[in-house]
């Protein structure tokens, strides 16, 4: 076991705890905060590819507007 901090949004780090406490709630006192987190992060991290094409969307569509604000330039 490992402990970590993340640096996160404050959203994102709300939806945990709520996700764990939603665990938590189901499973009882029996079962470790720990593993409820673990088991949290296991499945996001499973994740990864599809938040990577996600992420690439957003950060495409980002720079696309960005370029279309741009002043043309004309010779």
């Not at 996160?8 to 499973?27: F, G, N, Y």
């Amino acid at each position: 076991m490992r402990r970590t901090s993340l640096y996160v949004a404050s959203d994102a780090a709300e939806a945990l705890e709520k996700a764990a406490d939603r665990i938590m709630a189901v499973l009882g006192d029996g079962t470790p905060r720990h593993v409820a987190l673990s088991a949290l992060l296991l499945a996001g991290a499973s994740q990864a590819d599809a938040v990577t094409q996600e992420l690439a969307r957003r950060r495409a569509a980002e720079l696309a507007a960005r370029l279309a604000a741009l002043p043309s330039i004309s010779e």
